[in-house]
């Protein structure tokens, strides 16, 4: 466990493999706590239940949840690569399903740290062409958590897939109820397609305890705002914002009675060779 700290927050960042070892989100950066002037913490699992769900916890993330890389040209029996994983064992000629837990063999991983900063890089490569070279550098900035990505595509084929954030939020694991409310200052449409939320204007509430999993596609505009997504507790006087400035494809929407989830995704199209790089920025706040 890596440990960064300043004057306003405290994070706690897995080793890779250490509290995650699955196949379907990044070893990289695997932060599983997030704790404010000592006071209020952020992260929760994805399911309290054991051995229930996919193992994400605190902000995870994933890469092609629904485009993964030469999954559909890799025959049954070889591998495929996950980035910020490994490569993956193709078991069938199913069709790619992020709930299955896929053979894994790690990528090749490195991490340093400083005073400041954590960077964690994972490299991999399938016999089939495909290659990733992924570099994550995490810092804090006062009441901010920055996740800067590089990923460079290190294999002789093209490929596109995308990224987002799985933000496993629960302030105080307090449960998910009329104190909590998401701000979404891009909104036009919540589509829910699962569970019970409701939608004034701009703002996501939940007047009723979930009973089970909610889910909703979140239909958006390109108006400026100077955040994505802000989940506040009235009651606690606490929230975070997600400042990330690259324009999103498309957002969603999952959670539970203890985990509220936006999800801001990121396409990613790169030639052999080509680099892209982007950013994540949080901030975490009590008033």
């Known amino acids: ?45 994805e399911r309290l239940e054991k051995d229930a769900g996919t193992g994400g916890m605190g902000l995870s993330n994933e890469f092609g949840i629904d485009q993964p890389l030469g999954y559909e040209v890799t025959n049954q ?15 069938d000629e199913k069709d790619y399903d992020f709930f299955y837990h896929y053979d894994v063999t790690p990528a090749e991983f490195h991490v340093s740290q400083t005073s400041s900063s954590l960077t964690m890089d994972a490299e991999a490569h399938s016999d089939n062409g495909y290659g990733f070279h992924l570099t994550k550098v995490i810092s804090l900035i006062e009441d901010q958590v920055i996740i800067h990505y590089t990923l460079k595509n290190t294999g002789d084929v093209a490929f596109k897939t995308n990224e987002y954030a799985h933000n496993f939020i629960g302030i105080n694991h307090e449960t998910v109820n009329e104190n909590y409310q998401l701000t979404l200052p891009k909104m036009n449409q919540l589509n829910v397609a699962v569970g019970t939320m409701k939608q004034t204007n701009k703002e996501v509430a939940w007047p009723v305890v979930p009973d089970g999993d909610f889910y909703a596609q979140i239909d958006m505009n390109e108006e400026k705002a100077s955040y994505n997504w802000e989940l506040y507790h009235k009651e ?24 509220v989830s936006p999800e801001v995704f990121i396409t990613i199209a790169l030639s052999s060779g080509e680099t892209k790089t982007w950013e994540r920025r949080y901030q975490f706040y009590q008033n």
């Open 1 to 45: 466990m890596y440990v960064l700290k300043n004057n306003r927050l405290k994070i706690e960042v897995a080793a890779p493999g250490e509290a995650y070892s699955g196949s379907r989100f990044d070893w990289t950066g695997f932060i599983t706590q997030i704790t404010l002037d000592d006071v209020v913490t952020f992260c929760v699992p």
């Open 77 to 91: 029996g070889k591998q495929f690569p996950k980035i910020g994983v490994g490569l993956l064992t193709k078991p």
């Open 236 to 259: 606690l006087k606490a929230g975070v914002r997600d400042l990330t400035c690259f324009t999103p494809e498309k957002m969603a929407l999952w959670g539970r009675d203890h985990v």
